[in-house]
């Protein structure tokens, strides 16, 4: 049984900051992607950054240059460092791993940004 447990959502004032952070616990022999995801009520989940297992990053337009994503792979462990937070950033924030050939979920974290 594989888990992933994410923390460090939370309330905070525009152009503040928050580290999200995601780990992963059980049965695991391969970890390749990972990646963050968010959602708000009645809309789609929206990739936001991902992670290959060489290292190689990618994030939708809208956070380039704030948030920055990272991986441990000794702790099976993504990060997701958000600076200059923004209003619109407010979402709950999901992890995504694709470990032992399959895809696991967090929980998810709320993020709120007030103006």
């Not at 297992?53 to 920055?68: A, E, H, L, P, Q």
Request: hydrophobic share 35%; charged share 15%.
């Amino acid at each position: 049984q594989v888990q992933l447990v994410e923390s460090g959502g939370g309330l905070v004032q525009a152009g503040g900051s928050l580290r999200l952070s995601c780990v992963a616990s059980g049965s695991i022999f391969s970890i390749n992607d990972m990646s963050w995801y968010r959602q708000a009520p009645r809309n789609e989940r929206e990739l936001v950054a991902a992670i290959s297992g060489d290292g190689r990053t990618n994030y939708v337009d809208s956070v380039k240059g704030r948030f920055t994503i990272s991986r441990d792979n000794a702790a099976n462990t993504v990060y997701l460092q958000m600076n200059n937070l923004k209003p619109e950033d407010t979402d709950v924030y999901y992890c995504y791993m694709f470990i032992n050939s399959r895809v696991y979920w967090g929980q998810g974290t709320q993020v709120t940004v007030s103006s």
